[in-house]
């Protein structure tokens, strides 16, 4: 008998749903896709030459992503524009006429992440 749910599952002689031979069967389609994964992945794919930016919406601002390619495997030059170094840059205009206590809220108002503004 062959049941066709999930998968081409066979019923042995004992009753049990995974047969000895389809266990053997699985294996050699699983080996076969991995090690096509593990090709693609390790050659990677050419990408033609040329640069690309794509902007997405982040919850503090937009973040973007600069991409350089010679039409290699891998990118020649890859750099991230994060959003937190250019809200930064309104700290200024937040504090002028205010006390330097004030400074330390209005920071906290941008909630900036240091990781990306040291870039």
Do not use: C
């Not at 973040?63 to 930064?88: E, I, K, W």
């Not at 002028?96 to 240091?114: L, N, T, Y």
Request: glycine residues 10%; aromatic residues 6%; hydrophobic residues 40%.
């Amino acid at each position: 008998k062959k049941i066709a749910w999930p998968a081409q599952l066979s019923i042995g002689s004992d009753g049990q749903g995974n047969s000895t031979e389809h266990i053997k069967h699985i294996m050699s389609e699983s080996m076969e896709s991995l090690i096509h994964h593990f090709k693609l992945v390790t050659e990677g794919f050419t990408v033609p030459a040329g640069q690309a930016y794509v902007a997405v919406e982040s919850p503090r601002g937009e973040l973007g992503a600069h991409v350089v390619s010679s039409g290699g495997t891998r990118p020649y030059r890859v750099h991230f524009r994060d959003p937190s170094f250019n809200n930064l840059q309104a700290t200024a205009a937040m504090s002028e006429g205010s006390m330097v206590a004030d400074v330390i809220a209005a920071v906290a108002s941008i909630d900036p992440v240091m990781g990306g503004v040291d870039r």
